[in-house]
């Protein structure tokens, strides 16, 4: 057995042998107690991680407080008082969303983690074999937007700050001016402009006039073809009122503000290229929707005769419908409906993809968009670099009772919610008191009766 002084002078060399290698903590590790040394290799309390939460239910609440049919997913997890809420709402279809949801969506989703949206949206994707489908669609994106709402009230964080944080201090806006003619229609845009808000879209009536060609009797009404409830658009006089319209509110409201136009592809493709031709000297910071998707190849044609900006996609069902015309620079703006596609999920999926090909977010928030459903749009909207600029929606008193949290608008702009998960709630009571109905006026025809394509 070595001496005691001898055992001092090793210790003592293999210290200063440590010292000459830089290892100050093996040094150290030399005295400390081994119980210091573990509690020093001890897992830190910020990489534990959160214990496991399982789906306890998934059910759909229907509701209408601003007029339109909303459908709403709620999450309950096994956690007591932890629940997510997400917009599936197929206003046109809303009561075949809430069997989807809570038949087929509430026994796949049961016993699940509420972690994996990934695989879950994977999973609940293909199990109906048949794709897609806003039906299915839509109840997946409730199904998608909830669990983000519980994965950021779980990490106490708003869910903008999980893909990513801000990058930008607010969602920039547009709104709707719309009227009977076009001195009406500048008299709205400048009210508006009056408000804060530098960007307006601009409709004659609604889309492709409708409503506001009350003066011509279309010849189908006469013969008594359609229901009495048909639309009707005169595409001729539709395609001369735009150009007209956006001379008069320029000159009437100036170059300041930004103006926008939804042709809502209620033209033939050959006259939509010509009119937006004749609107470049107007500068729009978009023309929306001027060919259906079963006209997608006239892109080409229109992008060889035209600068003018375009947003298309609203009526897209699955991202991969966006890669090629992306890639292929055919528009400027992804006019995406964030529940239509699936949720939070595949949207980040595709707006991803748009930045590498310098293509610009522009998420469709109509009044059937529900407050859930545009308090995911903004969380999307505040993160992602390539935003380009949101549609806006002001929400009456009755939707505010019904969603606690209502997105709000000040100076043109969203201000995003800072409270954990997408930041709203609802009030079921209230919910409860706005039944749903099933009638859908998306009809419209031209003179001779003929169907046109929205």
């Given at each position: ?24 903590a ?20 910020y ?5 496991p ?11 209408a ?23 599936a709402?197929f ?6 969303v ?5 038949t087929?969506?509430?026994e ?8 994996n949206i990934?695989?879950m949206?994977?999973?609940a994707y293909?199990?109906s074999?048949?794709?897609?489908g806003p039906?299915?669609n839509?109840?997946?994106?409730g ?19 999980l893909?990513?944080g801000?990058?930008?201090?607010a969602v920039d806006?547009?709104?709707?001016a719309?009227?009977p003619?076009?001195?009406a ?14 960007h ?5 009536g ?5 409503g ?8 189908f ?11 009707f658009?005169?595409q001729?006089t539709?395609?001369?009122r ?12 100036g170059?300041?503000?930004q ?11 050959i006259?939509?290229i ?5 609107l470049e000297d ?5 023309i929306e ?5 079963e ?7 229109l992008?060889?005769?035209?600068t ?14 966006f890669?090629?015309p ?7 703006f ?14 980040m ?17 109509p009044g059937?968009?529900s407050?859930v ?7 999307i ?17 009755r939707?505010?009772e ?6 709000i608008?000040?100076?043109g ?13 609802i009030?079921?009571k209230e919910?409860?008191?706005?039944p749903i109905?099933?009638?859908s006026?998306?009809t419209v ?10």
């Amino acid at each position: 057995m070595a001496k005691p002084e001898v055992q001092s002078e090793t210790n003592r060399r293999n210290a200063l042998k440590l010292l000459g290698l830089g290892s100050t903590a093996g040094l150290f590790g030399l005295f400390e107690s081994p119980n210091a040394r573990a509690e020093q290799y001890a897992t830190p309390t910020y990489a534990k991680g959160m214990a496991p939460v399982t789906i306890k239910s998934v059910r759909a609440i229907a509701t209408a407080p601003g007029g339109s049919n909303l459908i709403i997913v709620k999450v309950e997890t096994s956690e007591p008082g932890l629940y997510g809420l997400g917009c599936a709402t197929f206003t046109q279809r809303a009561q075949l969303v809430i069997p989807a949801v809570n038949t087929y969506l509430n026994e796949f989703c049961v016993g699940k983690d509420v972690d994996n949206i990934e695989d879950m949206w994977q999973s609940a994707y293909v199990s109906s074999y048949w794709r897609n489908g806003p039906v299915l669609n839509n109840a997946l994106s409730g199904l998608d937007q909830a669990l983000w709402d519980i994965k950021g009230k779980r990490a106490n964080m708003p869910v903008y700050q999980l893909l990513g944080g801000k990058t930008r201090i607010a969602v920039d806006t547009y709104t709707h001016a719309s009227g009977p003619t076009p001195e009406a229609i500048a008299d709205k845009v400048q009210q508006f402009m009056d408000m804060g808000f530098r960007h307006v879209r601009i409709q004659q009536g609604g889309y492709g006039g409708v409503g506001a060609m009350n003066d011509l009797k279309p010849d189908f009404k006469t013969a008594g073809f359609g229901r009495e409830t048909d639309d009707f658009s005169d595409q001729r006089t539709y395609l001369k009122r735009v150009p007209k319209m956006f001379d008069t509110v320029r000159k009437r409201c100036g170059e300041e503000v930004q103006l926008l136009h939804d042709m809502h592809e209620l033209t033939e493709p050959i006259d939509a290229i010509n009119m937006i031709k004749s609107l470049e000297d107007y500068r729009p910071f978009f023309i929306e929707d001027p060919f259906s998707p079963e006209n997608m190849s006239w892109f080409k044609l229109l992008r060889q005769t035209t600068t003018v900006p375009i947003a298309m996609g609203e009526l897209f069902n699955n991202i991969n419908e966006f890669k090629e015309p992306m890639a292929n620079h055919l528009f400027d703006f992804i006019r995406i409906h964030i529940s239509q596609i699936g949720g939070i999920t595949p949207a980040m999926k595709v707006a991803r993809l748009g930045e590498w090909f310098n293509v610009r977010t522009a998420w469709h928030g109509p009044g059937d968009t529900s407050p859930v459903g545009h308090a995911a749009n903004n969380s999307i909207d505040i993160a992602v670099w390539n935003f380009g600029i949101q549609e806006s929606q002001m929400f009456n008193d009755r939707v505010k009772e019904v969603f606690p949290g209502c997105p709000i608008i000040k100076n043109g702009y969203y201000q995003v919610s800072e409270s954990p998960g997408l930041g709203i709630d609802i009030n079921e009571k209230e919910a409860a008191k706005y039944p749903i109905g099933t009638k859908s006026r998306w009809t419209v025809r031209k003179n001779d009766g003929t169907i046109l394509k929205p």
